[in-house]
């Protein structure tokens, strides 16, 4: 079959026309289904970051008079797609008392990558597992060779009912130096 | 642009196959005849899009499909629309595709040397059903899952092969995750990649021989692009617009169901569901089955739409004789008017059947019911919908209360579920139990079948203290009496009345003077203060949720009818019905469901 001298050489205004015609349909039929799932694609990209949740973690009376940061799980509902899990760990916080009375928050996510930090009592300072970051008791990035870009993630921290400590709990991005909620 | 484009073509001949599609030789002129093709191909691209797009968020497991479906339809952007054009697109196929086949018949289109064209043609046709049919279960809902319980049970039904066949299907031994995970490998796996493969077949076999033109035309010969590009697109157009004004149509005829293609309530394998019905381009086999009972169904189901089949694959060797084509044009005809017939037969026997519309009722009342529930603020549990489904009194209760209390009680007449039962009604009506206006009733009337009369207690102590002593009542008596009622109705705590207890709380506690002070009642009855002659039943907390479940559980307790019980059974205490149950039918009696 040869095409290649068989090029359209119709009358040039209604080729022309029947081109754009058959062009633009062809456009709409190729944009019109994929603009159906672009709502799915895209649906990430839209929600916007909460302010976190306000979630009771411990009682004023399970932390050291010393100032020494303890664990506490963060169990709270966790909405996962389709499925609302009522009560789910959806993280955990160090809580201590600091000198002027008042009650600290950190997440335990490492501001690097994410690894979750422990504290070493005696160096009284976090220390990152995975690549090594360590930070002061008041969260500060403590030596140079610190991976982390900024310091611990701080929450916000409320004393209600008399002795109850419920933490706004929230995530944030790793690997960045502002503060950033991931949401 | 154009030293570009020198380049990649030098290296790779791109402009060659372009042109080989553009200007491809249509012989006999652009006709809108070929558009058939071009739909079909749209068609299919369509559902290849918007497939991969569900793909993002459909889940395949039997705690999850449903769940993904329902949000895919009620929480992302334009997600009804995906479903609905993803769900009428194959509809649509399915008629090009047999009016297609159609078309190839009554020319003959599959004389030599086209025979294999057909073949995969009419292969195409039977790929996108099975596509369909594999797609239609994944939602999970009643209306899939048991429609394919039915379907595989046909599948077993085939000789030697059936019941492996079926096993290999389901997945297992039933019904369950492992059906829908192989269900959807086939969907979007399987069946896809054979389209694909007939389709290259089908291209390279037309080009072979050239795209088949009736004798009787007589044009020049033209290119496809612009004049048959046109026409295709137009075709193609067409159909998108069909595709989507169902769509748009079904979200506003949906009656307050998931919008866009529909979704049922969850399967559950535990609820009969009577509403089942094959989609529409298998109606006739649905039919065609029940003339077939018993032993005889392997013939109805298999033996013979094979055999049906077999004729269908075999036209293209009978079409080599005259006598051969017109047989072949007549078989076709023959099987298009049957489905026709068998199709009509089965509507109008289904819209004779009052049975099967309070199925349908039921089963429109389920689907909406479960969206509402889904989107309760509480949300999906892990343990999937159905669990939401059936721990709601507004669904379970009727149930319950057909299945177990209907046989001497009745609900505003009927079971429960609308239906009336057949035996006579020997217990009280319980439409409202233990609101203000049905206390009334009881009070004036006690003896009627919708309270006492179907019992031996119409012969009883309270029958004879209403009919001769408050029928005698004087007006002051009776607004006491008023008072005493709403009293006595502010025990149970009904969500329905909540308001007009809280506005009548003065006349409410006169209500409770009254009852502990002055009105007679408290010679039978208890109402607060303990009272060991009491010989009818405790009127604390009546009708209030622990008041019911504990007289459904035993109406013979001392705290209720005691040794006077009629028939009534311990419900409970006799391990009739379990815990769970009584709960559903008493808040369901009690109006106490989820709102939003």
């Known amino acids: 079959m040869d095409n290649e001298s068989q090029r359209p050489r119709g009358d040039d205004r209604r080729g022309f026309l029947k081109r754009c015609c058959a062009g633009a349909i062809g456009g709409a039929l190729v944009l019109v289904p994929l603009t159906t799932g672009m709502g799915l694609l895209l649906e990430p990209l839209r929600r916007g970051a909460g302010g976190g949740q306000l979630v009771r973690v411990a009682t004023l009376d399970a932390l050291p008079a010393d100032g020494v940061p303890r664990r506490f799980p963060v169990v709270a509902r966790r909405v996962d797609a389709w499925t609302t899990f009522p009560d789910s760990q959806i993280g955990a916080v160090f809580l201590r008392r600091t000198s002027d009375g008042a009650i600290e928050a950190f997440n335990v996510a490492c501001p690097h990558a994410g690894c979750f930090v422990d504290f070493l009592p005696a160096a009284r300072t976090f220390h990152c597992p995975c690549h090594n970051s360590y930070f002061t008791i008041e969260g500060n990035v403590a030596t140079p060779s610190s991976p982390a870009p900024r310091p611990l993630d701080s929450l916000a921290v409320e004393v209600r009912n008399g002795n109850e400590i419920w933490v706004r709990f929230q995530n944030f991005l790793s690997g960045r130096v502002a503060k950033t909620p991931a949401a | ?596």
């Open chain 2, 1 to 596: 642009m154009k030293g570009a484009f020198d380049w990649l073509d030098h290296r790779t001949g791109w402009r060659g196959w372009l042109d080989e599609i553009l200007f491809e030789n249509i012989p006999g002129g652009a006709s809108w005849r070929h558009a058939w093709g071009g739909a079909v191909i749209f068609g299919l691209g369509v559902e290849f899009i918007t497939g991969f797009f569900l793909w993002l968020g459909y889940s395949p497991s039997s705690l999850t499909a449903w769940e993904s479906v329902y949000y895919i339809q009620d929480h992302w952007a334009g997600g009804w629309l995906l479903r609905g054009v993803h769900h009428f697109m194959a509809d649509a196929l399915v008629i090009l595709l047999g009016l297609h086949w159609m078309q190839l018949v009554v020319q003959g289109a599959y004389r030599a040397p086209r025979e294999i064209n057909y073949w995969v043609m009419f292969g195409l046709l039977l790929f996108v059903i099975g596509a369909a049919t594999t797609g239609y279960e994944l939602a999970w809902d009643q209306h899939g899952y048991w429609g394919s319980k039915v379907r595989l049970g046909y599948v077993g039904l085939a000789p030697v092969v059936g019941p492996a066949l079926q096993k290999l299907a389901m997945g297992g031994p039933d019904l369950g995750s492992y059906t829908l995970t192989r269900f959807f490998a086939v969907h979007a796996g399987l069946f896809p990649l054979g389209i694909l493969a007939l389709l290259v077949i089908h291209a390279a076999v037309t080009r072979r021989h050239g795209r088949f033109s009736p004798p009787t035309r007589s044009e020049a010969s033209v290119h496809y692009w612009p004049d048959q590009a046109l026409r295709d697109g137009i075709g193609c157009l067409v159909v998108l617009a069909a595709v989507i004004g169902t769509v748009v149509w079904h979200r506003s005829a949906g009656q307050g169901t998931s919008p866009g293609a529909y979704l049922g309530a969850p399967a559950d394998p535990f609820d009969r569901y009577d509403a089942a019905r094959p989609e529409w381009y298998f109606r006739w086999l649905f039919q065609f089955i029940k003339y077939f009972p018993g032993t005889l169904e392997v013939w109805g189901a298999v033996i013979i739409p094979g055999l049906v089949l077999a004729v269908i694959f075999l036209m293209p060797f009978a079409g080599h004789w005259k006598l051969g084509r017109r047989f072949n044009v007549v078989w076709m005809c023959g099987i298009a008017l049957s489905a026709m017939v068998l199709t009509f037969i089965s509507l109008r026997d289904d819209q004779r059947n009052t049975d099967y519309h309070a199925a349908v009722a039921s089963a429109l009342r389920d689907a909406q019911r479960a969206r509402v529930l889904a989107s309760a603020p509480s949300g999906i549990p892990a343990t999937g919908a159905v669990t939401l489904m059936r721990g709601d009194p507004f669904t379970e209760g009727p149930k319950i209360f057909a299945q177990k209390c209907a046989n001497c009680h009745r609900y505003d007449g009927h079971d429960g579920t609308g239906k009336i039962p057949k035996g006579a009604q020997s217990a009280s009506d319980l439409k409202g139990f233990g609101s203000r206006k049905w206390l009334a009733g009881l009070l004036s009337d006690p003896a009627s079948t919708n309270y006492f009369g179907g019992t031996k207690h119409r012969t009883g102590k309270m029958v004879k203290f209403v009919n001769t002593d408050v029928a005698k009542f004087s007006p002051d008596d009776r607004a006491n009496l008023e008072k005493v009622i709403a009293a006595i109705s502010a025990e149970a705590q009904l969500k329905s009345q909540a308001a007009a207890d809280q506005r009548d709380a003065a006349m409410i506690a006169q209500g409770r003077a009254l009852l502990q002070n002055g009105m007679r009642c408290t010679e039978c009855h208890q109402f607060h203060k303990p009272d060991e002659d009491a010989t009818a039943p405790d009127l604390t907390g009546y009708a209030s949720r622990d008041w019911l479940v504990r007289f459904i559980g035993n109406p013979a307790h001392a705290d209720f009818y005691g040794d006077h019980n009629d028939r009534m059974p311990a419900f409970g205490a006799d391990h009739v019905i379990d815990a769970q149950d009584i709960g559903l039918v008493a808040d369901w009696l009690r109006g106490d469901w989820y709102e939003p």
